[in-house]
């Protein structure tokens, strides 16, 4: 059912807003996201290695057809370094691996190179905000003291080792590692990471620290780096398992009513709160499992089940089961949104990601059930004629649509679905490693001198 609901996603998207970023699904029109600047056809970028996974060859082969004539990098725009990264140059790295098309390895590596601007700060850490032309870099104006966002410079490592692998130029791998050192060298408060770091100064901003927004994939991406680097990346591996004790003492916390979650940390005091994107962790302890110490495989896969039960209860315990963006954990509730503004879904991936490890992790068949409850409630109240919409409020009894099929619903939502249906032995862990936006990148063996090396 996946594989219909990506042709339905994709047919309209081709229909309405061909080479344009996202579809309106409701007014069947393009929808343009400043994260892109000028950049074009984000959707296409995004879905190209889901469509190669689903075998729809007509489809891919348009796709790809479209990045080689259509997909332009010289223009003169301020983008997102992270949304650019793990979209675009994530998603042309997948399909240069999956496909061994040329054009995907040559546009990544261009892309690249046009991002490498954004570390010009006096630290190395880099901007949010890039012009791709001029090369100039700024914060977002909203983050605190001037700083750069760790789910943003924490979330580029992943795709620029594979950079310099595919280009044989070790400056993109330098600069991630830049920031690595200059993490290091911090002093971590009770051991966590705020989600703010001047690249001036090079000093903390705020004390707040999140699995969630903000936070979130820096972790995913310690795990990952140690997993792709066959695990050779020893400070990686630390990093993370440090990170995820922290985490432990300090953020994870068991309701009255018996449901784990992951809190917020705002200066020593803990918001009881839990956002949609912090549900990834569950399935981020699962990974981590094995990489744990001895004693302790058992208890990250616990973890990771206990975030996943959590976070179907948030599906669970609204009208449409759909989860909503934040659910509380205070005020006499549990797993409920409280706030009007935290009521929505925009086809987020994150709960069905979790299903997906934890499937494949420890073949429980709950995970597929949770994973076709959310099938049917996606096809029963997202699925419109022109393609997947958000919803406003997942507590009402009638949709008030959003107008938005965002790309990720392309790369990551309806991929997980499918690989959650699938066997395992469809792009294996052992081999593959997802990027934040759900991109496979192989992993790098040791003994893995050939660089066109192409395991599926
Ligand atoms: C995606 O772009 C990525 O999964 C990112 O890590 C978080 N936000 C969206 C999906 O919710």
């Not at 020593?268 to 302890?285: D, I, Q, R, V, Y």
């Not at 991936?349 to 409630?377: F, N, Q, S």
Request: overall charge negative.
């Amino acid at each position: 059912l996946s594989l219909q609901m990506m042709k339905h996603a994709w047919d309209n998207y081709k229909r309405y807003a061909w080479g344009l970023n996202e579809l309106k699904p409701i007014s069947k029109q393009g929808h343009s996201s400043n994260l892109f600047g000028n950049i074009q056809g984000a959707t296409i970028v995004d879905a190209l290695d889901t469509l190669y996974i689903m075998e729809m060859k007509e489809e891919f082969k348009e796709a790809k057809e479209w990045v080689e004539k259509n997909l332009d990098f010289n223009v003169n725009a301020e983008i997102s370094v992270f949304e650019v990264n793990i979209r675009f140059v994530g998603g042309l790295l997948s399909a240069y691996y999956l496909s061994g098309e040329e054009v995907f390895r040559k546009k990544a590596v261009e892309l690249g190179e046009k991002l490498l601007p954004a570390f010009n700060t006096p630290t190395g850490i880099p901007w949010a905000l890039l012009n791709i032309k001029s090369g100039i870099g700024r914060n977002w104006p909203w983050a605190s003291g001037g700083s750069s966002i760790l789910a943003e410079f924490g979330t580029l490592h992943l795709e620029f080792v594979h950079l310099s692998h595919l280009s044989g130029n070790p400056v993109f791998a330098e600069k991630v590692m830049n920031i690595r050192k200059v993490l290091n060298r911090l002093d971590k408060p009770e051991g966590l990471y705020p989600n703010y770091l001047n690249p001036s100064s090079g000093q903390w901003g705020q004390h707040h620290v999140s699995i969630g927004g903000l936070g979130d994939s820096f972790y995913e991406y310690l795990l990952k780096a140690w997993l792709m680097s066959d695990k050779t990346d020893e400070d990686g591996k630390k990093m993370y398992y440090d990170a995820v004790q922290a985490i432990e003492t300090h953020l994870i916390r068991k309701s009255s009513g018996g449901l784990t979650y992951i809190a917020e940390w705002k200066g020593g005091l803990l918001e009881h709160k839990m956002g949609h994107l912090t549900c990834f962790a569950g399935g981020m302890f699962a990974l981590g499992a094995d990489g744990a110490p001895s004693d302790k495989t058992g208890h990250h896969i616990e973890l990771g089940a206990e975030i996943a039960r959590t976070c179907h209860e948030s599906y669970d315990r609204t009208r449409m089961k759909l989860g909503p963006e934040a659910f509380r954990f205070d005020g006499g509730v549990e797993a409920i949104a409280t706030r009007q503004n935290e009521k929505y879904y925009i086809l987020r991936p994150e709960v069905i990601e979790t299903y997906m490890y934890m499937w494949r992790l420890t073949h429980d068949p709950k995970y597929r059930e949770w994973g076709w409850e959310a099938v049917e409630a996606l096809e029963k109240h997202c699925r419109v004629d022109g393609g997947y919409s958000g919803i406003r409020d997942v507590y009402n009894n009638h949709e008030s649509h959003d107008d938005v099929q965002q790309s990720f619903f392309l790369s990551e939502t309806l991929k997980y679905l499918y690989l959650l249906f699938s066997e395992d032995d469809l792009l294996p862990f052992e081999h593959w490693v997802f990027n934040t936006e759900a991109h496979p990148l192989p992993v790098l063996h040791k003994d893995d001198g050939n660089k066109e090396e192409n395991q599926k």
